[in-house]
Antibody, heavy 117, light 113 residues
Framework: QVHLQESGPGLVKPSETLSLTCTVS????????WSWVRQPPGKGLEWIGD???????TYNPSLKSRVTLSVDTSKNQFSLKLNSVTTADTAVFYC???????????WGQGTLVTVSS | DIVMTQSPDSLAVSLGERATINCKSS????????????LAWYQQKPGQPPKLLIS???TRESGVPDRFSGSGSGTDFTLTITSLQAEDVAVYYC?????????FGRGTKVEIK
């Protein structure tokens, strides 16, 4: 079981870009898919997108126009950028290791990002 | 998108009793080529990330107590907790991975009566 840790600013202004990084430890990022999931306060879970260690990405169409995922295998990290944020993007953001064809096997602790001026 | 509908939204069960959570998908998540259901269940306790309990609709993850079981096929699925323990208080989510976007149910909150 790998350990995942999200990092990044906890406060972002409206219209700016939210940037988060997930650091994977206890295992290699190679040969797996990695994902981002978000959860607005008191609400349910929304899948944002996946990235393969090679850099291949799949995004949720609802966010595709604003999301970019990237990976840095040398650092065992992958990252999320969400641009043009609004208050509706306020959420706890989780990074996760994808198991099998698409369930979420291991999760980071999550990081709350608040969009506010 | 496949819509996942969970019921009930919440339930209160006495310690030692059975809790049953239902999940219905708007289309089948059973792949005919391998006869597998692409359905997972998660447990989320307050202030914690979700924890994978069950994949493939009925395969328990290592370390998950056997009082948790998943069943169902096609579009209708059930998570059963036999003999509810205090530590099982949580919100439970189903998730389909048959197609993207991967989607979750809205969650079922399990409390002690």
């Amino acid at each position: 079981q790998v350990h995942l840790q999200e990092s990044g600013p906890g406060l972002v202004k409206p219209s700016e870009t939210l940037s988060l990084t997930c650091t994977v430890s206890g295992g290699s990022i190679n040969n797996y898919y990695w994902s981002w999931v978000r959860q607005p306060p008191g609400k349910g879970l929304e899948w944002i997108g996946d990235i393969f260690y090679s850099g291949t990405t799949t995004y949720n169409p609802s966010l595709k126009s604003r999301v970019t995922l990237s990976v840095d295998t040398s650092k065992n990290q992958f990252s999320l950028k969400l641009n043009s944020v609004t208050t509706a993007d306020t959420a706890v953001f989780y990074c996760a290791k994808v198991g099998g064809p698409g369930y979420f096997q291991d999760w980071g602790q999550g990081t709350l990002v608040t969009v506010s001026s | 998108d496949i819509v996942m509908t969970q019921s009930p939204d919440s339930l209160a069960v006495s310690l030692g009793e059975r809790a049953t959570i239902n999940c219905k998908s708007s289309q089948s998540v059973l792949y005919s080529s391998n006869n597998k259901n692409y359905l997972a269940w998660y447990q989320q306790k307050p202030g914690q990330p979700p924890k994978l309990l069950i994949s493939w609709a009925s395969t328990r993850e290592s370390g998950v107590p056997d009082r948790f079981s998943g069943s169902g096929s096609g579009t209708d699925f059930t998570l059963t907790i036999t003999s509810l323990q205090a530590e099982d208080v949580a919100v439970y989510y189903c998730q389909q991975y048959y197609s993207t976007p991967r989607t979750f149910g809205r969650g079922t909150k399990v409390e002690i009566k």
